[in-house]
């Protein structure tokens, strides 16, 4: 859908990976997935410094060269 929408590759996997993590992160029910809701603030604030491919963190920054 976001290549679709003329989002360039690696602009959509980073858009792509954002949506996931914040689903996960906001829509965590602590009754249904308690160790996610427990520390959704801290899935939040690492987003940025995530290992995933469009990422701009360490992991991501080494694995491009």
């Known amino acids: 859908m976001l290549r679709g929408a ?3 590759d690696a602009e959509a996997v980073r858009l792509h990976h954002a ?3 914040q689903a996960l ?3 965590a029910h602590a009754g249904t997935h308690p160790h996610i809701a427990a520390t959704a603030r801290h899935l939040v604030a690492d987003m940025p410094r995530g290992s995933h491919p469009g990422s ?3 992991a991501a920054q080494r ?3």
Request: aromatic share 20%.
């Open 56 to 58: 701009s963190g360490p």
């Open 19 to 21: 949506f996931a993590g």
């Open 6 to 8: 003329g989002f360039p």
């Open 63 to 65: 694995r491009r060269g």
């Open 25 to 27: 992160a906001y829509g």
